[in-house]
């Protein structure tokens, strides 16, 4: 929640991946924005009272009978209106004009005409690139609308009604693809919703400690920090909102980065004045994970074992009311909890509620960023560099970087191996100009000659990635010589292992992490 004096504009979720990518733009253009599901009450979007209401796509038809349709007030409330995609078709449909069905979908660029150059597409110019995603369109558009830009699929791409300040366009202007889409977004924002551009990091920051003070008061947090950028920030800002009613606990389940069980309460304690609880918990972890190899089931018992060090915590340190986590947008979009109906893509561990028996109230304050947002709130509360630039890694660890069951063996493997990435980067001064890098290793084996002998060993996939968000990622052209001499150091270094091979595929398809 945020300042109710601030002037804000609120989205509506009709179920489409890029809901929150539209919030998170608008905030680009500094004005606060919230998500809220497509059935909020029109009261209770008055009382927030926001300066304009954009309703994002979705992969619904208005056809349908259980299409996800808007409280009728809303168009009372009397503040300007943008429809996107299945947004501008429902306002199509709700004013009485007509959406043509189709089984065929458009999909990608398309050329977008400007036919009146109207407040929506100031300085816009008259001919962009745009980003379609959709089935239905606007066939016949209502009474007291008009057409202000078309496509060659689409007649209708754009539409308003000046006297009811209500907007529609098929494209989405969220979307990097679209040429200029941040200034129709900061079109409809500033010009046509009069929203003040009044939302900034540092207002963000301002409005979280003390938006965690009023929640919490005088009771006691827990916070779990893996010395990863969100759960450092998440700390920081905890401590100072709330000083000594703030505990830090750092688990070792043994799937760490090599020494990471001593480095991160050192550098906290270095860094940030911040002293850790450590749990050392790496034979529990390894002994619940023992033949399991299914992705999703690693992840589940990861996050349960979470829970049960914090319990043996709050057991010894506590009581704790509160249970503060690092969780990012893209965790809960790729989690399938978000408000709208995205699919799950992987459970991260720390999203969608904590197992019963636990009876922490769950504290997210970074829960609406990316991580390219939270490194600019990290920054502005002066984490050193050190931790500011980290790869991320994940809750879960080593186990979603081996493939098949997590052994002793290809721990080590992954470990010593992912080492061996990290240095060579840091050495070729790639380490910071790349998302993520490491090693993975699964049981596919392949022959090798040691000296003249013949060993039978594993492969090792090394994986570097270019991203800004996490939710797509391309694969690193690292210099071939990189590669060889990463790939040298492997199989001279590391015990067990014949072969290495760099993964070259992007995210979509493929994701980040293997497992
Ligand atoms: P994927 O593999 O989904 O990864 O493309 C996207 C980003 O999220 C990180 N990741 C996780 N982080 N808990 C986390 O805290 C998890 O369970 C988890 N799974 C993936 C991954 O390292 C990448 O940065």
Not at 99 to 127: H, M, P, Q, T, W
Not at 144 to 163: D, E, L, M
Not at 214 to 239: F, H, M, P, Q, W
């Amino acid at each position: 929640m945020v300042d109710t004096n601030i002037d804000k504009i609120v989205v509506l979720d009709f179920g489409s991946q890029y809901s929150h990518l539209i919030c998170r733009r608008i905030r680009e253009v500094n004005v606060y924005c919230e998500l809220l599901p497509y059935n909020t009450p029109a009261k209770v979007i008055h009382e927030i009272n926001p300066k304009g209401i954009i309703f994002s796509g979705g992969p619904a038809s208005i056809y349908a009978s259980d299409s996800p349709i808007p409280d009728k007030q809303i168009f009372e409330i009397g503040v300007p209106i943008l429809g996107i995609c299945y947004g501008h078709q429902l306002i199509i449909d709700r004013f009485g004009g007509r959406v043509k069905r189709s089984d065929y979908r458009e999909y990608g660029s398309a050329e977008l005409i400007v036919d009146d150059a109207c407040d929506l597409f100031d300085r816009v110019g008259n001919k962009i690139r745009c980003w379609m995603s959709h089935a239905d369109a606007a066939e016949v558009i209502p009474d007291g609308f008009r057409t202000i830009a078309h496509t060659q699929n689409s007649p209708s791409a754009a539409v308003v009604n000046k006297g009811k300040k209500i907007y529609g366009i098929q494209f989405h202007p969220e979307v990097i693809h679209t040429e200029k889409g941040i200034e129709i977004l900061k079109n409809f924002s500033h010009r046509i919703s009069k929203a003040r551009p009044e939302w900034s990091m540092e207002s963000f920051v301002e409005e979280t400690i003390r938006d965690i003070r009023i929640k919490v008061r005088n009771e006691r947090v827990l916070c779990a920090v893996s010395g990863g950028i969100d759960s450092t920030t998440v700390a920081i800002l905890l401590y100072k909102a709330i000083g000594s009613n703030l505990r830090c606990v750092f688990v070792n389940h043994g799937l760490l980065r090599e020494d990471e069980q001593n480095q991160v309460p050192k550098l906290f304690k270095d860094h940030l004045g911040i002293d850790i609880i450590r749990v050392d918990a790496e034979e529990v972890f390894l002994t619940k994970l023992k033949g399991i190899s299914d992705p999703e089931q690693k992840r589940k018992i990861i996050g349960n074992e979470f829970a049960n060090s914090f319990l043996q915590i709050a057991l010894r340190d506590g009581p704790f009311q509160w249970l503060a986590q690092g969780t990012l947008y893209p965790d809960i979009i790729e989690s399938g909890v978000s408000k709208g109906p995205a699919s799950i893509i992987k459970t991260h561990h720390n999203v969608g509620g904590l197992p019963k028996g636990l009876n922490f109230k769950i504290i997210e304050p970074l829960s609406n960023l990316y991580k390219d947002e939270v490194r600019r709130v990290a920054k502005l509360l002066d984490v050193p560099a050190i931790l500011l630039n980290r790869h991320p890694f994940p809750g879960p660890g080593l186990a979603v970087r081996i493939i098949g069951e997590v052994t002793f063996e290809k721990v080590q493997i992954a470990k010593h191996a992912s080492k061996i990435v990290e240095d060579e980067l840091i050495c070729a001064g790639f380490y910071d100009k790349v998302w993520q890098a490491y090693a993975a290793v699964g049981d596919d084996m392949a022959v090798g000659v040691l000296g003249d002998e013949r060993m039978y060993g594993h492969i090792v996939i090394i994986r570097v990635v270019d991203s800004t968000d996490a939710m797509t990622a391309n694969w690193t052209r690292l210099p071939y010589d990189l590669i060889r001499d990463i790939s040298n150091r492997i199989t001279n270094e590391v015990d067990g292992v014949t072969w290495v091979t760099y993964a070259i595929s992007s995210k979509p398809p493929a994701t980040i992490e293997p497992q």
